[in-house]
């Protein structure tokens, strides 16, 4: 460790840090001219905030702390050669670095608040001097460098200035309008400001418009009543029995859950032979581990045996289920997805049709257009994607491209999207995938093939790793 250096000066402006002289003004408007008055302005670094009077003006001031009778305009110091600053008044910092022959390396004028790191300005090992300067007052510090920085900043002084904050971010937070976020260079300035209404969102006869404002359901702001169990990650899940005691159900919730963040839903249907516990094993065919930001809660429902999972009476299980969540967890209700492999791609399928108020998209995995019971289609569209190994002799080519035209009927104009002609794997390299060009917007379609029989998690030759998450991942995240 170096030594801390703090010279008189920096000793001396650190007392003058929360009280530095500055005074900012402004009014808000909307976009009609008018005054916004009661609107909430924060200075996020300074942790100041004020409201609006009735003229949309406000106002932030603050005097210049005296030290020794002399009121100084900003605040420095170093410690293990990092230079830390603060400059709140019209007085900028000055920061020249010399080495002990006198030979200026750098001189670089400073504004607003940050950090500069004064070795990584220098390239040799050994000790220089840096002369820095608030307004009249100024000092030099010795610093040295042991020479490591050289070769990640092959000797380019600049580099080092990246690592600066040299700004302020002012909000301005209103009732009806969008929050207004504004990157100042200074603090003492004068602003108008305008704030703008959110846009309205199109309204539909049903569904959703690409990348709409979350929905938030009953549950959000409630504390869930559902006991939490922990896995050895420290990651929470929920399992309960569903449907008079017979069925498992399997949730995992985000560690960083929070009760007033609406989240997706991304069901996972169990295959012929499978169960909740498998497909929450394998995260959720996939999909848990790609969700970095944790925006997701997802869940597995457990079948009604193993022959014939699904059958008519899940299609009610699901609509309980689904309310059950709504109700328990805060749930973006226009994001609510499903997707399976085999019998369960063949019951995200059939949902597919005519669940589209509740369902933004679904992803099957080897499907068919027939199970042991579908229901009747409704006219309306839904987003869908399908994963097809051409080898497959269960749920066969024919099965599932059956089963993408169906829903190309749906999703475009009269249908024409089934005389749109799809790129498929052609019998070598990777996986294809092809985003149909003719559907509504609002409902797209992706159809992924390649050589491979009945699974779900198909590789391209030489990989590991199976392309289809990602690939899912991506589909939903058009929403």
Sequence with gaps: MKKSVWEPLALACAMAVSASAFTLTGKVSDEQGSAVSGASVLLVKNGLSTKTDDKGEFK????????MGRVLPGYISVNNGVLSFSQRSSEPVQVQIFDMMGNRLLSETLYGSGSLDLQACVKAQGSYYANVKIGSAQRSIRFTSNGNYG??????????????TTTETLKVIADGFDTLSVILNKLDTNLALTVKKPKAEPQYAYGWGLKN????????????????KYRASGKPYISFKWSKGTRDVRIDIPKSYDKNKPYKLIFGMQCMGGWAGGVQDEGYYGLKPLDKEETAIFVAPEGNGNQAPWGQDDYKLFDELLAMLESSFCIDSSRVFSTGFSYGSMFSNGLSWNHQDVLRAVAVYETAERNIWLPQRQNKGIGWM???????????????????????????????????????????????????????????????????GHIWDHKDPGQQ??????ATWDFFSKF
């Design 60 to 67: 932030f001031h603050e005097e210049g702390m005296s030290v």
């Design 151 to 164: 070769s990640s900043y092959s000797g380019n002084t600049k580099t080092a200035l990246k690592r600066l």
């Design 213 to 228: 404002a979350p929905v938030p359901s009953s549950g959000c702001g409630k504390d869930t009543k559902l006991d939490y």
């Design 386 to 452: 399908g994963v097809l190994g051409l080898q497959d002799g269960l749920c066969t080519p024919t099965m599932g491209r059956a089963a993408r035209d169906i829903i190309l009927t749906l999703n475009s104009e009269g249908g024409k999207a089934k005389n749109e002609k799809a790129q498929e794997y052609g019998g070598s390299g990777p996986h294809v995938c092809y985003d149909y060009t003719t559907v509504e917007e609002r409902f797209p379609v992706r159809w992924c093939t390649q050589n491979g």
């Design 465 to 470: 790793k199976s392309w289809v998450p990602q």
